[in-house]
């Protein structure tokens, strides 16, 4: 299954932090293969530039929560309005989250626009020790991204392990913690496209024979 | 047209006047013809059409604070609000308060529906000011809503200049919509006024919150001064909230705590009955953005003695109506239930006037009407 362009997710971008890093590296080797990335974050100003392999969208928000978890989710209606952008401009065939500030959002647009979405939990409310005065909501969110994801994505033992509470759906979940995950997880995409074309294709279907139900069940045509 | 409501409050769900105001508001446009969805939290997930209304509730885990349990309920609305939009088109997104704004605004920018936000009180005026950071994300919130909404609702005058004032909100887009109120449900109640007050007692009602912004204080300030003159008053004081206890102990402390009874939360067909049994209901409000309490009471055909406060200045008319007296001024309060009270022609006079007033002025017909000019305008 071809894949041109991913879409991705992630609170902030900053040059050697953890998880800019894996963006930047994961878009380096789609790049190599033809896939074109495309990243909305947060950031100090208003700005739309290419960064290494990366099409950085980030946007500002002058409002400020009454606490971390506040204001992550008040972030998300920017994040939907940049992904709505992006979508209308881009034929976007994957939304890739990261960590749960990025769910709300990612998952909603998933469900709009009709593309698969993937997540990636660096690690997981449970993993974290369930201290913050938000984690039971935290971690709700993250059941919420384990239900509706396409793939859930993990690169340590320790959160496939701290996830088990969850009930995890079989399969949807991928530990890739070896050094060639990029592969593995454009691999994922591939998977995730195709997954979502059949589904597209069944429903046409079956839409299909509903409007032809009459035929379908041997009732002859007026 | 096909209307979305949102809002976090919806029957049978009531803690303030928001849900039924968006009740009453969408099966009045439900009558004129229009189709109306609204979504609201509820205790879990489901659906149902209730009075030709299709009512979807969504359920969000609760957190340790109000504001991250109410984002959190705007991500499950807002995905709500995507699974209906897989299915129809909506011509306006109707959001009430700040604690629906946020998926509303996420709404509006996915689809081409203009957003209309109706703010019926303001947090600055709530709780006095912004003094914590939670004050500052409603009050955020708030201005968030006024911002993103193509056309803004108020209820009341008062607020409306707050908004100008405080938020910078053209004026053009500011409508004065107020509430409504069915007066004929409020005319059938039946007198129980022997259940509440001995023969010789003269009832007086205080319906509401038991909070600061209500003035309960103030009132039960007024109780031993209106029984100095009026030894006849019996004060009901009904309404729930945290401040039950507290208040019922104040009332005591001043010495009428025999004179002052608090039933707790009243429910809708008691209500009825209880103005509809009293010789005048009280509204000492220090903050009330409209106020439906008068409105109902002047349908039931009791007269209101109101703080001249918000929307209370457009509902009583001094004098006609019923009175009005300073806010937070117990002397004040005290007297204008004495003058009620005094003259049982004048007291039915006053009543009379109130009902005819409610039914001619404030029906829900013309609050539709007005907010479909609203909706209209909108839609350029």
């Known amino acids: 299954m071809n894949v041109d362009s991913i879409l991705m997710l992630t609170q902030r971008y900053n040059e050697g932090e953890k998880v800019s890093e894996y963006c930047q ?108 005065p938000h984690s039971h909501q935290i971690s709700d969110l993250e059941w919420e991204g384990i239900d509706e994801a396409s793939f859930i994505v993990v690169h340590k033992e320790k959160t496939r392990d701290a996830m088990e509470v969850y009930d995890l759906p079989e399969n949807k979940v991928k530990l890739f913690a070896d050094e060639n995950w990029e592969k593995s997880v454009l691999e994922l995409y591939r998977r995730a496209v195709e997954v979502n074309t059949n589904l597209e294709n069944m429903e046409k279907e079956a839409e299909d024979n509903h409007g032809n139900f009459n035929a379908y069940v041997g009732i002859p045509s007026e | 047209m096909e209307i979305l409501m949102l809002t976090w409050e919806y029957p049978p769900n009531k803690v303030g006047g928001v849900a039924a105001h968006v009740e009453d508001l969408s099966k009045t446009l439900n009558r004129m013809g229009h189709d109306i969805t609204v979504i609201t939290f509820g205790q879990e997930e489901e659906s149902e059409v209730r009075d030709g209304i299709e009512v979807h509730r969504i359920n969000a885990k609760e957190g340790p604070d109000i504001t991250s349990w109410v984002l959190m309920s705007n991500h499950r609305m807002q995905k709500k609000g995507v699974e209906l939009l897989k299915e129809r088109d909506f011509d306006i997104i109707h959001a009430h308060d700040w604690s629906a704004v946020p998926a509303a605004a996420s709404l509006k920018e996915v689809t081409d529906a203009p957003m209309i936000t109706t703010l019926h009180s303001l947090e600055r005026s709530r709780v006095g000011s912004i003094h914590s950071d939670m004050s500052k994300l409603i009050n955020d919130l708030e ?238």
């Open chain 2, 143 to 380: 201005w968030y809503g006024a911002y993103e909404a193509d056309e803004v609702i108020t209820v009341g005058e008062d607020i409306e200049n707050e908004i100008l004032h405080h938020f910078s909100v053209p004026g053009e887009k500011l409508h004065h919509v107020p509430n409504g109120v069915f007066a004929d449900k409020f005319k059938k109640g039946d007198s129980i006024r022997d259940e509440i007050a001995l023969d010789w007692e003269r009832p007086v009602l205080f319906v509401g919150r038991l909070c600061h912004q209500k003035g309960v204080r103030h009132l039960i300030e007024a109780m031993p001064k209106v029984l100095d003159k009026k030894p006849e008053v019996k004060f009901i004081v009904a309404g729930g909230g945290g401040g039950v206890e507290h208040y019922r102990n104040m009332a005591e402390s001043v010495g009428v705590g025999d004179k002052a009874h608090f039933p707790g939360f009243v429910p809708d067909d008691q209500l009825i009955d209880l103005y509809n049994s009293v010789d005048a209901t009280v509204m000492p409000s220090i903050y009330e953005p409209f106020g439906i309490v008068a409105l109902e009471s002047m349908a039931a055909g009791t007269p209101v003695v109101g703080s001249y406060v918000g929307g209370i200045k457009q509902t009583v008319v001094h004098e006609w109506t019923g009175l009005h007296v300073e806010p937070a001024n117990p002397d004040s309060i005290a007297w204008g239930i004495e003058k009620a009270i005094s003259d049982p022609t004048w007291n039915k006079w006053l009543g009379k006037n109130g009902k005819k007033r409610a039914e001619k002025k404030f029906t829900w017909e013309r609050v539709a009407d007005m907010t479909l000019d609203v909706y209209e305008k909108a839609l350029g």
């Open chain 1, 25 to 132: 590296r994961l878009a380096s080797c789609l790049e190599e293969h033809d896939i074109e990335t495309h990243l909305i974050c947060f950031g100090n100003e208003d700005r739309d530039e290419k960064v290494g392999s990366l099409n950085l969208h980030e946007f500002s928000f002058k409002m400020h929560g009454d606490n971390y978890f506040s204001w992550s989710m008040l972030l998300q209606s920017r994040f939907m309005e940049k992904i709505d952008h992006i979508v209308e401009e881009e034929d976007v065939q994957v939304i890739h989250a990261n960590n749960w500030p990025t769910l709300p959002a990612s998952l909603t647009a998933s469900k709009l626009h009709e593309i698969p979405f993937v997540v990636t939990y660096h690690s997981v409310e449970e993993e974290r020790g369930m201290n913050n």
